[in-house]
Nanobody, 118 residues
Framework: QLQLVESVGGFVHAGGSLRLSCVAS????????MAWFRQAAGKESEFVAA???????SYADSVNGRFTISRDNAQNTVYLQMSSMKPEDTDVYYC????????????WGQGTQVTVSS
C-alpha cells in the first residue's frame, strides 16, 4: 500500500512563496506519475500540476507561470514550488500518485492547508 505524506503547509502573505513536498513510500516511485490537486471546503477538487515519470509537466491555467512541480526520485519526493501567491490559492493541497500509468490517480495524501492572506 503506497503512502504519500505531505509536508506541513503554511500561511503566507499575497505575493509570497511556499514550497510543498510529498514523500512516497515504496521502491518504484520513479515509475509513478505524480500530481498536486487542491480543494476548498464545499468545492470540487481542482487539478494544480502534474509531473510524469519522464518529467513532463503540466499546469492548471490558474497557476501556470507561478507554480513549479518537480521530483527527486532518489528521495521519493515530489515538490510544488508556489510563488507570487494569491488569496485564491488558499486551499487544502493534496499530493496524488498514478501507479498504473493510466493518468488516474489512485493514491492520495492526507492533505495540507495553505492559506494566503491579502
Amino acid at each position: 500500500q503506497l503512502q504519500l505524506v505531505e509536508s506541513v503547509g503554511g500561511f503566507v502573505h499575497a505575493g509570497g512563496s511556499l514550497r510543498l513536498s510529498c514523500v512516497a513510500s515504496g521502491r518504484t516511485f520513479y515509475s509513478y506519475n505524480m500530481a498536486w490537486f487542491r480543494q476548498a471546503a464545499g468545492k470540487e477538487s481542482e487539478f494544480v500540476a502534474a509531473i510524469s515519470w519522464s518529467r513532463g509537466t503540466s499546469y492548471a491555467d490558474s497557476v501556470n507561470g507561478r507554480f513549479t512541480i518537480s521530483r527527486d526520485n532518489a528521495q521519493n519526493t515530489v515538490y510544488l514550488q508556489m510563488s507570487s501567491m494569491k488569496p485564491e490559492d488558499t486551499d487544502v493541497y493534496y499530493c496524488a500518485a498514478d501507479t498504473r500509468g493510466r493518468k488516474e490517480y489512485n493514491y492520495w495524501g492526507q492533505g495540507t492547508q495553505v492559506t494566503v492572506s491579502s
